[in-house]
């Protein structure tokens, strides 16, 4: 017993206790060499549609400091929560409180927050993690997470990385480490087109021509090949500008359409339409289209001359059959009544040429009657002639007082 107290100096003591302490070092130098996690997507990313969240899974996974709750089931808590700590304190130069926490900092229970956003910072994108902080980790702990993305309409990349931020907290709140994880998305590929003529509705004279300006906007997420079609109903189209377009997302290209109506001499009001239709080149069952209503109503103006001509011949031909009546009533009275007694015989020479065969009584009766017609339309024209002599007669000697 002598011999071996006396072998049992301060020095081997030191020696058998750093021996002990060696599982304990080389245990955290290896926490502290692959202090990391990981963070991985379980399952298909899916496409990520406008205005909906998009859920992706995910599990991290923590490798940070060593496996808290394996070595409490293995060594004890007295050993990993007291003597592990004061060890750790000796071996950094003393034991005191600093290296105690410090020790508890590293592989202690740690708190992960998690932080989601967009790479580039591309508008339209949103991203968020669901839980947002995890506590009470330590290596081989795992965590289900939710990554919900999202696009609001328009936005000019249909591809973006989720970048997801792990800041690690230890005990007392301090920040032991930062790491970042990249996720690439893509958007849901949707046709989305905007087709707006200048004019909704439009008044034009027949025979005229009118150039409606019409802009077109791709809203979707992909650059677009669209094909033009324009259908009318009732009017002539003319296509300026493009019939095929390529369009980037947000961009607004124009095109022009000339409408000319049909030549009519006159139109009351004829209401005609037509429509402009876009699909993309191979998705035929996608169509977009918008619509052009137009009242042609008016005179053309270049067929007024005609249009005049016309009535004057009219005019001519009218005072060709009635200017030789009018004629005769200014004549004097034997000449009317000699004018009208031939007419009556020419009425009655007709009817006997149309095969009217009357009695002979009904004949004089006729005759008579018509005779004493003519004589009242004389006797009138004399009293109309009479009146305007008069007149004229007051009025010249209204002229002389004067």
């Known amino acids: 017993m ?30 502290q060499t692959d202090a990391e996690e990981t963070l991985y997507v379980v399952g298909d990313i899916p496409p990520i549609k406008i205005g909906e969240d998009a859920k992706i899974n995910l599990v991290f996974e923590d490798h940070a400091g060593y496996n808290y709750t394996y070595m409490i089931e293995s060594f004890g808590w007295f050993v990993v929560n007291v003597l592990w700590p004061i060890e750790f304190g000796l071996i950094l130069g003393g034991f005191n409180r600093t290296y105690y926490e410090e020790f508890k900092n590293y592989n202690c229970l740690h708190s992960i927050e998690f932080y989601a956003y967009i790479e580039n910072n591309i508008s339209g994108w949103h991203a968020i993690v669901e839980p947002s902080l995890i506590t009470g980790s330590t290596a081989g702990h795992k965590a289900n997470l939710t990554l919900l993305v999202r696009v ?10 989720v970048i997801i931020k ?23 590929h949707i046709y989305l087109l905007d087709i707006r003529p200048q ?13 409606i300006p019409v802009k077109i906007t791709n809203k979707g997420n992909y650059i677009e090949t669209y094909k033009l079609v324009v259908e009318s109903n009732g009017v002539s189209l003319g ?38 239709k876009a699909h993309p080149i191979g998705s035929s069952d996608v169509v977009f289209t918008a619509g052009v209503s137009i009242f042609s109503r008016g005179i053309n103006l270049l067929s007024l001359p005609v249009v005049v001509m016309f009535i004057v011949v009219l005019v001519l031909i009218a005072y060709l059959f009635t200017g030789r009546e009018r004629s ?9 009544e000699k004018y009208l007694g031939e007419k009556v015989k020419g009425s009655l020479f007709v009817e006997r040429r149309a095969g009217k065969l009357e009695p002979e009584t009904m004949k004089e009766e006729a005759e008579k009657k018509k005779a004493r017609q003519v004589r009242r339309k004389a006797r009138d ?11 004229q007669e007051k009025q010249r000697r209204k002229l002389q007082k004067l």
Not at 152 to 161: I, L, R
Not at 166 to 188: M, N
């Open 2 to 31: 002598r011999i071996i107290g006396r072998l049992i100096t301060p020095k081997v003591m030191t020696v058998i206790f750093l021996f002990i302490l060696l599982p304990c070092t080389s245990i955290i130098s290896k926490a």
């Open 239 to 276: 296509l300026i500008g493009e019939q095929i377009l390529t369009i980037n997302p947000g961009e607004t290209r124009k095109i022009n359409i000339q409408i000319y109506a049909p030549y009519t001499l006159l139109d009351l009001g004829t209401a005609k339409k037509i429509e402009i």
């Open 328 to 336: 005769y009533l200014i004549r004097p009275k034997k000449e009317r």
């Open 381 to 391: 024209i004399d009293r109309i002639i009479a009146k305007i002599q008069k007149e």
């Open 152 to 161: 609001d309409g328009m936005t000019s990349c249909p591809e973006a990385n």
């Open 166 to 188: 792990v800041v690690r907290k230890g005990r007392g709140g301090a920040i032991l480490g930062v790491s970042y994880h990249k996720i690439p998305v893509k958007a849901e």
């Open 199 to 211: 004019k909704s509705v439009i008044n034009m004279s027949p025979g005229d021509s009118v150039t």
